[in-house]
């Protein structure tokens, strides 16, 4: 893929850089290409966690307003991890 610079003076830099510093232009190709990545990879990140703040502000929090925060009691606990009765745990 070609770097399509207008200006001339960072095309130049960006290739007399790695010239000087004994590397090569491919070397700059890829340390171009992994930034790149983690930049793409961060943004994602972001978004991921803006969706997750969303899930939980607009349809999780509002459901548990209200409702007891305290620690489950034995049938509350079954009945929530899809258990059925609690006379059926104890057996």
Known sequence: MAL????SEPAETAIEIPVRMGG???ALRMALHC??????ASVEREEHWARVRRL??????PEL???SR????KPE????LGYGSV?????
């Open 4 to 7: 399509g610079i207008k200006d």
């Open 24 to 26: 090569t232009t491919t």
């Open 35 to 40: 930034r790149r990545l983690r930049v793409i």
């Open 56 to 61: 939980l502000s607009e349809e999780i929090w």
């Open 65 to 67: 307003k209200g409702k």
């Open 70 to 73: 305290g620690r489950l009691t």
């Open 77 to 80: 606990k079954a009945r929530l």
């Open 87 to 91: 006379a059926n745990l104890v057996n």
